[in-house]
């Protein structure tokens, strides 16, 4: 190999080998700044009227942050259930889903421009501890909608349909997200 050669190769490797390090050294994109609104409420399983306490108290707090034309959204949820008399018992719902919105700021009724159904929290609220204590949490993953230049915001429903109670899907309203 001749001097040349050599000589552009090392110059070449010199330069990756820089190139490399900028861009593994370089700051990570910021993280988002989310602003998030926290709300309770006390459900009573309607399926039942017995002597026992039966009612959940969900905690929600909904979460949204803006990243140039970007709304990102989503909600943490966690209940103190009551204790029923099976360990597990996935005959509590039919179905359970929360569903996570974003929506455009705007005066009256916000729109919806953009929902994610999350069902897997229907097998958390079916979770108990050893004692048949149904308390827990679940986090939805993020939803994001390009709003441009409108002000956006984070929304969330609950959606429980009680076994046993022949009602359907009744939906709960928690507190949404401030506006971003």
């Known amino acids: 190999m001749t001097k040349l050669n050599r000589t552009a190769i090392t ?3 010199t330069v990756t080998a820089v190139a490399g390090t900028v861009v593994a050294t370089a700051a990570p994109a910021s993280a988002l700044s989310y602003r998030c609104n926290t709300s309770t409420k006390s459900i009573d399983d309607p ?3 017995g002597p026992w306490a039966d ?4 905690k929600v707090t909904v979460c949204a942050a803006r990243s140039g034309s970007t709304v990102y959204t989503y909600s943490k949820v966690s209940w ?11 005959g509590i719902f039919n179905a359970a889903y929360l569903r996570q919105q974003v929506k455009k700021s705007v005066s009256g009724t916000d729109p919806v ?3 994610t159904d999350f069902t897997a929290i229907e097998g958390k609220l079916e979770n108990s501890d050893g004692n ?3 308390n827990g949490s679940y986090t939805t993953g993020t939803v994001s909608y390009r709003v441009g230049s409108a002000r956006g915001l984070g929304d969330a429903e609950l959606k429980l349909e009680w076994a046993n109670d022949g009602a359907g899907y009744k939906t709960y309203l928690f507190t949404a997200s401030p506006v971003v």
């Open 11 to 13: 110059a070449l490797l």
């Open 80 to 90: 103190d259930g009551p204790v029923y008399g099976a360990v597990d018992d996935t």
């Open 113 to 115: 421009l953009k929902k």
């Open 47 to 49: 399926a039942y009227d």
């Open 132 to 134: 048949a204590n149904y």
């Open 55 to 58: 009612n959940w108290d969900f």
